[in-house]
Structure formats: C-alpha cells, structure tokens
C-alpha cells in the first residue's frame, strides 16, 4: 500500500480539531489502480477527499494499492485489508470510503475484516446531493436515486429475516390455512422501497407538464437558450452571476447547486435569450443519478448553445472536460454549439495556458472573480446564438407597437425606419412573428 500525501484534512489548532470531531466523521480513503496509472488515481483520491469534506467528514489518510484488477472479495485482497485494519486503528478514523462503487460483497467483506464502517464514492456523492437538495423535484430526484442504490444493498438481521405465520386461533395466531413461510422482513422493505420508488418517479412525471410549459412557452416566443454545464465546483454559478447578476448561491464546495436556475439576458443589439445553470458533474458520477436529474439535464440537451465551463485551476482539467462530455452525450446534447471556457483564468500562468490551449485550441478564458475575459464570453454567445429563420419586410401601423417591440425583443433588426403610415422593419424573426407581420408586408 502507498501513502498519498498532503490528503489530510485535519487543522492545526486544537480546540477548533475537537469541536470538528465532536461532529464530523473521521475517514480514510482507500483506491485500486493498475501499473501506470498512478497519477490519475492520485487526482481520483484528492477528488473523493473533496467530496469526503463537503459531505461532513474529516480525511486522516488516503492510500492507493497497485493492482491490475479489484479484488472481487474485499477490494484490496485479504492481507491489505488487514493493513488497511492498523491504519484505521493507527490513526483513528471511524469510516473507509473507497474510490469507487463497490459490490454489496466487497463491502460486506471489508467490514469484517476492517472493523469500521465501509462505504464508496457513490454514497459519498449521493449523500451530498441529499444535503443539497432544496426544491421538491431535486429531493424527489435525490430520494429515488438512494432508493435504486439501496435496493440491492439491503441486509437482513437474524430474527428478522422471518415473518410467518402460524399458532393455534386461542394462542393469537392466524389459525389454520394461514401457517407458511409467510413475508420476511427483508422482502416486505424491498416491497416498501419499489413502492415509494414508483410514487417518486410518479411525482416527477406530475413536475414535467410545468417544465414543458415553461419551455414551450420559450420557444414559442423564439427565445434562444443557452445552457452552462461542467464539473462540480467548476465556478459555473458564479459564472452565472457574473453574466446575469442572478444572485445565484455560490460556494466554494462541490455540488452546491442542484435545481436548474434560469435567468433572463440580452444581446447588445437587443435579442432576449436564457441563461441556465444546470448541476455540476464528477468523475464516476453514479449512473442513479444521471438517471434521477435526466429532466434537470434535459436543459442541457435541449440548448441551442452549450457554454462548457472547465476549472483551469483543476490539476487534471483533460479529464474535467472528457467526464462532462460523457455525460452530456448521455442526454444527447448538440456538441455542434459548444464553447469551452476555461475559468477561474486569474490562476494561471502563461505556460498553463499553452497547456489548455492544447486542450481546446477555441476555447475562452474568463475569470469570475475578477471579470477577466467576459466580454468576449458574450460576443461569443452573441454569434453562436441561432439566427430567426425568417427575412421579412414589412410597414408595420403605428398602432401596432407591440409587433415592433416583439421584432426587437426575439428578432434580429437589419434596417428600420419611420414612414408616413408606418415603421418599415428589415429583420430576421421566427415563424409566428412573421406569420403575423405578414398582412403589412412592404
């Protein structure tokens, strides 16, 4: 087993160390890789340390074992779990988490032989978004995903694995015709848990009407929109903010914002489009969940434009971009309108920036915080947002000012003038604004 350094999560001083392990729990992180891939398993731990921490943990020590495959019992194979028993002795911790989705018998295995709780990055990550969970869809979304991952993992305890029936009518029993190996417990939560799944993904078909109407509603007035996706903690909300001064909760933390927020902003030449901030994703991201927020992502796939924000900070930001493509191929997002942006620019040298370049030869460089490259982010938006596909000319009646003004909101405006009976408007509008401007065409 092989120490990975500077993982600890632990402060200096002490009274602040107690009151944090009064509350907080304190973990040890264990991962697998095979022969060269160290570096990217290194970054996967300092990963799940993050998560750890945002989940409520304190991170003592995280070590790797190189081995070509995952030991089918216990992970790591009986003589490191063992070793892996002293470190968490040694150091004291309460909790393993392993750096990836482990079988329900792997867990099993290496609880027997570790003597503390064992969990893995899929419940880490599944019970930040619990925490985070504001709105009653993205609690709905939550709770269903824990519901699918826990269904297979269910245990069952001595007596309590058997519920029968039977007993003589006098002794309390159901009597006779009733005796049979009846419904163990276990079956009856299995049975409880299918049950409040199907009500979840009930509710959460009840909340598509109002998404779609929302949505439809949008396009029927031909408002582009344009989506921001990325990694967790990539900055995409402060992004957001600096855009459109939404206000949105910003916090240096992974997976701060779950419920789609959508905001409302203009081109400078006057066309209205959307802006939406969607949840953020992580390496591994568990398959419930995408599964769980495909509506929320929906508004990622839908976009006419997808701005792709990456950490430029972030140590492995090739693997940020190739995580959030994967999953965005999921929904069937349009890649043909992509802008890559690389945030948080301010931490950059010049030869990291050579490096991103590399990455993504288009790509922008921006900076929330201080405002860095934002103009350009917008003239880039302006140009990839789609044209209205209809020319039209037309002499619009002064008394019908609300279809000038609907030309300049969701219209593009080559030429306009003032005439004795009318506005003339040279413009590009959608199919319903130009059906209506029909009748005064010029």
């Known amino acids: 087993m092989r120490r990975v350094p500077g993982l600890s999560t632990e402060l200096e001083d002490v009274t602040e160390v107690e009151y944090r392990q009064l509350r907080l729990e304190n973990v040890v992180l264990v991962g697998v890789h095979p022969q060269g891939e160290q570096a990217d ?39 490191k779990a063992e070793e892996l028993r002293d470190i968490v002795a040694a150091v004291g911790a309460d909790t393993v988490i392993a750096d990836t989705e482990l079988a329900p018998s792997q867990r099993r295995a290496l609880e027997d032989v570790v003597k503390v709780k064992v969990i893995d990055r899929t419940t880490v990550i599944l019970d930040i978004f619990s925490q985070h969970a504001k709105s009653r869809e993205g609690k709905a979304q939550v709770e269903l995903a824990q519901l699918e991952y826990l ?30 190996p009846g419904e ?64 949105v909760l910003v ?28 949840v953020g994703f992580v390496r591994n991201l568990p398959h419930q969940l995408v599964e769980a927020f495909r509506s929320t992502l929906e508004e990622v796939g839908d976009a006419d434009v997808i701005l792709h924000v990456v950490d430029a900070s972030h140590p492995d930001p090739a693997a940020q971009l190739s995580t959030v493509r994967d999953v965005m191929g999921d929904v069937d997002a349009d890649f043909g309108h992509e802008i890559v942006v690389f945030n948080k620019a301010d931490l950059l040298g010049p030869d990291d920036r050579l490096v991103l370049r590399g990455l993504a030869p288009s790509a922008l460089f921006v900076s929330s915080r201080t405002g860095e490259g934002i103009s350009e982010l917008r003239a880039a938006i302006e140009e990839a947002l789609p044209l209205p596909a209809v020319e039209v000319q037309a002499v619009v009646p002064y008394d019908r000012g609300d279809l000038v003004s609907a030309v300049h909101e969701t219209g593009l405006i080559v030429a306009q003038e003032h005439r004795e009976h009318g506005t003339f408007l040279h413009a590009h509008v959608g199919a319903r604004l130009a059906a209506e401007l029909a009748p005064f065409a010029a």
């Open 41 to 79: 398993a290194e970054n996967s731990l300092r990963e799940l340390a993050a998560l750890a921490e945002t989940a409520g943990a304190v991170v003592l020590d995280g070590v790797l074992q190189r081995r070509p495959h995952p030991d089918p019992a216990t992970y790591v194979g009986r003589g």
């Open 151 to 180: 269904l297979p993992r269910l245990r069952g305890w001595g007596d309590s694995m058997s519920r029968q029936a039977g007993g003589q009518v006098g002794a309390g029993g159901a009597g006779m015709g009733s005796r049979g």
């Open 184 to 247: 163990t417990k276990i079956e009856l939560d299995r049975r409880r848990i299918r049950t409040r799944m199907a009500q979840l993904r009930k509710q959460l078909r009840d909340f598509a009407p109002a998404r779609e109407a929302k949505r439809a509603e949008r396009k029927r007035h031909t408002i582009p929109s344009v989506a921001i996706a990325g990694y967790t903690n990539a900055g995409k909300s402060s992004l957001l903010n600096r855009l459109t001064s939404a206000g």
């Open 251 to 278: 916090e240096n933390a992974l997976f701060a914002t779950l419920d789609a927020t959508v905001r409302r902003s203009e081109t400078s030449d006057g066309r209205v489009y959307t802006l939406t901030d969607t």
